[in-house]
């Protein structure tokens, strides 16, 4: 079975990365060139941190992130949307996660503030592991 891969953005905080890292299964950094660049090729998952805090002329979402999904086959590859974020940021938490499920027609699949809990990293993995056998038996009856 395929593992779905990750595609994340994560600053020099390391946060995303770390939790990405946890969930034992591919992940990529956006915020690296060679990725952000890249073109995937089957089914995928964002991952992406909400940094707004409050000023509204900022927008949330990652440049690493929108250039990636510029890609029209990027986009249209990608089959959910997670989010990390910073409960002090208010009713700007997860606003990137929401935003890009909310454009693009893709679901949420899993919210942790900051770097996550062990419980966070645990529960996303089977949710991961769910979305992989259903990934896998859509293939096959295909």
Wanted: hydrophobic fraction near 35%; charge should be neutral; aromatic fraction near 10%.
């Amino acid at each position: 079975m395929r593992l779905t891969p990750i595609y994340y953005y994560s600053s020099s905080s390391g946060l995303v990365r770390t939790f990405a890292e946890r969930l034992a299964r591919p992940a990529f950094n956006l915020a690296e060139r060679e990725h952000r660049l890249s073109e995937v090729d089957g089914p995928w998952v964002l991952l992406t941190p909400s940094y707004k805090t409050g000023n509204d002329s900022n927008d949330t979402i990652p440049e690493g992130v929108r250039r990636f999904l510029a890609s029209e086959n990027n986009r249209r590859r990608m089959v959910g949307v997670m989010g990390s974020g910073n409960r002090n940021f208010g009713r700007h938490y997860q606003m990137a996660c929401r935003t890009i499920a909310q454009r693009s027609g893709r679901p949420v699949l899993f919210e942790f503030e900051l770097s996550g809990t062990p419980w966070d990293v645990a529960d996303c993995q089977q949710i991961l592991h769910d979305l992989d056998v259903a990934l896998d038996a859509a293939a096959t009856a295909s």
